[in-house]
């Protein structure tokens, strides 16, 4: 089945550092990939569209200059958060969409747990 | 954009018996709603999901509803068992090209009593 890849799983920075995440798809390419966050005890938030060889795509409220997505291959895409500040604390998971055929499903990675102090 | 909610945030039910967690949804254009079980600290792992060209799916205890019209889908759980006990999160989304994240529900946090 398809598998998606996410490093590191856990992050601790200080604040005013940058700290990347990579999310790689092992199996199938990922033409789309997409990041998500979620605060603890919360619902996973829509952070950005991450399409392969283009610009992503951010959400409303979501700095593009704060949370750098680059999507340079077809089964990989990182995001960097720049200049992380305590309240970027935050578990961020990507997702990535297989497509076969009629078939579609989204597969997530393990996520990365990101505590800035 | 699409709203997604859902219902009850937290639910408790006796091993053995059936668990019912309700979601609606605003954007009539969406086309997929899977549904997702969440244990702490770990990722979403897809449990079932439905198209809107289908009203019902069934998977051994799962299953999935969906009404149209109404714009509305719940999961289905029988048999209740202790490791079902997680967080389930409902989503909806409208399957285009490159422009098809997940909306997701808040979550509802499944306890199943021994």
């Known amino acids: 089945g398809a598998v998606v890849s996410q490093h590191p799983s856990r992050v601790i920075c200080k604040s005013g550092t940058s700290v990347k995440i990579e999310c790689r798809s092992l199996d199938f390419q990922a033409t789309t990939m997409f990041w998500y966050r979620q605060f603890p005890k919360q619902s996973l938030m829509l952070m950005a569209t991450?399409?392969?060889?283009?610009?992503?795509?951010?959400e409303q409220g979501v700095e593009k200059d704060k949370f750098l997505i680059n999507h340079a291959s077809l089964t990989l895409s990182t995001l960097t958060v720049t200049s992380a500040h305590p309240e970027d604390s935050s578990f961020y998971i990507c997702s990535a969409r297989a497509i076969s055929g009629l078939i579609y499903g989204y597969t997530f990675g393990s996520g990365t747990r990101l505590t800035v102090v | 954009g699409e709203n997604v909610e859902q219902h009850p945030s937290t639910l408790s039910v006796q091993e053995g018996d059936s668990a019912v967690i309700k979601c609606t949804y605003s954007?009539?254009?969406?086309?997929?709603f899977p549904w997702y079980k969440q244990e702490l600290g770990k990722r979403p792992q897809l449990i079932i999901d439905i198209r809107s060209n289908v009203g019902e799916k069934k998977d051994q205890r799962i299953a999935v509803t969906l009404n149209k019209t109404a714009k509305h889908f719940s999961l289905h759980i029988t048999e209740t068992q202790p490791e079902d006990s997680a967080v389930y999160f409902c989503?909806?989304?409208?399957?285009?090209?490159?422009?098809?994240?997940?909306?997701f529900g808040k979550g509802t946090h499944l306890i199943i009593q021994p």
């Open positions: 954007d009539s254009a969406s086309n997929y």
């Open positions: 991450s399409n392969e060889g283009s610009k992503a795509t951010y």
């Open positions: 989503a909806a989304t409208t399957i285009l090209d490159g422009a098809d994240g997940l909306t």
